[in-house]
């Protein structure tokens, strides 16, 4: 079992940063693979990013691409999401979650393939 608990959510202006970190608990956080979402009021959970175990791949929708970033120390057991040239449009709850797949060499981008969830983090871009 992995327990995920995000954090660095906030309010923020537009055009600020804010880095988000997802802390895990247990020894196998380094074999999994890594994702971020986003969710609004009366919307679908919507993947953000994702990485491998080893933060050799990572990928991003396209609406986030060239603003945020996502890492992984896994020495930390800790996956960060640095959010750059915020919008009003990314307001939402931020998840983390973990892919329990071991070593899987794949980004996995489909909320249906992540096994655990963090509890969620707002972040509130104002304009």
């Known amino acids: 079992q992995v327990q995920l608990v995000e954090s660095g959510g906030g309010l923020v202006q537009a055009g600020g940063s804010l880095r988000l970190s997802c802390a895990a608990s247990g020894r196998t956080f380094r074999s999994y693979g890594m994702g971020w979402f986003r969710q609004t009021p009366g919307k679908e959970r919507e993947f953000v990013a994702a990485i491998t175990w080893s933060g050799g791949s990572t990928s991003y929708t396209d609406s986030v691409k060239g603003r945020f970033t996502i890492s992984r120390d896994n020495a930390k057991n800790t996956v960060y999401l640095q959010m750059n040239s915020l919008k009003p449009e990314d307001t939402a709850v931020y998840y983390c979650?973990?892919?329990?797949?071991?070593?899987?060499?794949?980004?996995?981008?489909?909320?249906?393939?992540?096994?655990?969830w963090g509890q969620g983090t707002q972040v509130t871009v104002s304009s």
């Open positions: 979650a973990a892919d329990r797949k071991i070593y899987n060499i794949r980004v996995v981008t489909s909320p249906s393939e992540y096994d655990y």
